[in-house]
């Protein structure tokens, strides 16, 4: 399973942007890179996916780099509910015995200071 | 649409008893799976299960099993409770296997004393 390399914990204010870096130097060609956190007392919850590009949803940025070996999570403006465990994951869409399963890590505790 | 349910949400059982968790997907989600997830060993894929088949299977014991029905609900179930099953159950829907996102529930608190 390819893996992924997540600082155990970051800081930012509140209202201020946030950059969660992940390192996935062994990423396959079929991986796509997606990203999951976990709001305390709660089940994870989908942030953002992408294969190549640069992808923008309502709730953050996903920046990808050209070789693929590294990504980052960009939280614009992050409020005190963006609090969370964020987890940054590789899915194989090659249909063999992994399709469907999530690896999580130990992923990036994110604390926001009002 | 209503997001995916687990019942019950709390559940104290002791050791060598067994136990059965449901998790009723999202509508029209077909592919269903389970993680547990403790404080020392983070989260862990139990099994999906896609058209009432199990698909993948993660590293349990087979004390751990499971199954989905033809509305695609699902249940798993523990039989011979350790105090290491402890923890909290999660179940994920997706609309199909594959890149889709996947839809957790608020998991099961099973305590085993």
């Known amino acids: 399973d390819a893996k992924t390399t997540q600082p155990n914990s970051m800081e930012s204010n509140e209202e201020e942007p946030v950059h969660l870096p992940c390192n996935h130097s062994?990423?396959?060609?079929?991986?796509?890179i997606h990203w999951y956190r976990q709001l305390p007392s709660q089940g994870p919850e989908y942030v953002i996916h992408?294969?190549?590009s640069n992808v923008n949803n309502r709730m953050a940025s996903l920046a990808i780099a050209e070789d693929r070996k590294s990504s980052t999570l960009i939280l614009h403006r992050a409020t005190l509910r963006d609090a969370a465990v964020y987890y940054c994951?590789?899915?194989?869409?090659?249909?063999?015995?992994?399709?469907?399963?999530?690896?999580f890590g130990r992923g990036t505790q994110l604390t926001v200071w009002p | 649409k209503a997001g995916v349910t687990q019942t019950p949400r709390y559940l104290i059982k002791t050791r060598g008893q067994q136990v059965t968790l449901s998790c009723s997907p999202i509508?029209?989600?077909?592919?269903v799976s389970w993680y547990q997830q403790t404080p020392g060993q983070g989260l862990q894929f139990l099994f999906e299960?896609?058209?009432?088949?199990?698909?993948n299977k993660g590293n349990f014991p087979g004390r751990f099993s499971g199954r989905q029905f033809s509305n695609s609900r699902s249940e798993m179930n523990v039989s011979t409770l350790e105090l290491g099953d402890s923890a909290l159950y999660l179940c994920?829907?997706?609309?199909?296997?594959?890149?889709?996102?996947?839809?957790f529930g608020p998991g099961t608190r099973l305590t085993v004393l």
């Open positions: 992408g294969l190549t």
């Open positions: 062994t990423i396959s060609g079929t991986d796509y």
């Open positions: 994951i590789l899915r194989d869409v090659d249909r063999g015995s992994t399709l469907g399963r999530l690896y």
């Open positions: 509508s029209g989600h077909r592919s």
């Open positions: 994920a829907s997706s609309f199909l296997q594959g890149v889709y996102e996947q839809f």
């Open positions: 299960y896609f058209s009432e088949t199990q698909r």
